[in-house]
Nanobody, 119 residues
Framework: QVQLVESGGGLVQAGGSLRLSCAASGRTFAGDYRGWFRQAPGKERELVASIQWSGFNTLYLDSVKGRFTISRDNAKNTVYLEMNRLKPEDTAVYYC????????????WGQGTQVTVSS
């Protein structure tokens, strides 16, 4: 069992920055994948960024490439999402996920944190 707790969301003006954190507790594996998803009102949940817990491979949604950076701190069992040059269309609830596979099937989920970008 893995528990995930997100923090760092909030209200920011367009062009601003936020840093999300996802602290994990419980059993973790070197083969785990950690990801950030988001869901805006009326839209499906989408994968924003993903990182392998024991490697350096990362994956980004096209619309956030060059603006968002996912990173991890294995010692703290924490994953971060640095979001720069935020746009109003980035407004959503952001969820942290942990999975044994890169498709996030049967993933563990955090409770979500709201990110609102005003224009």
């Amino acid at each position: 069992q893995v528990q995930l707790v997100e923090s760092g969301g909030g209200l920011v003006q367009a062009g601003g920055s936020l840093r999300l954190s996802c602290a994990a507790s419980g059993r973790t594996f070197a083969g785990d994948y950690r990801g950030w998803f988001r869901q805006a009102p009326g839209k499906e949940r989408e994968l924003v960024a993903s990182i392998q817990w024991s490697g350096f491979n990362t994956l980004y949604l096209d619309s956030v490439k060059g603006r968002f950076t996912i990173s991890r701190d294995n010692a703290k069992n924490t994953v971060y999402l640095e979001m720069n040059r935020l746009k109003p269309e980035d407004t959503a609830v952001y969820y942290c996920a942990a999975s044994r596979n890169d498709r996030y099937v049967n993933a563990y989920w955090g409770q979500g944190t709201q990110v609102t970008v005003s224009s």
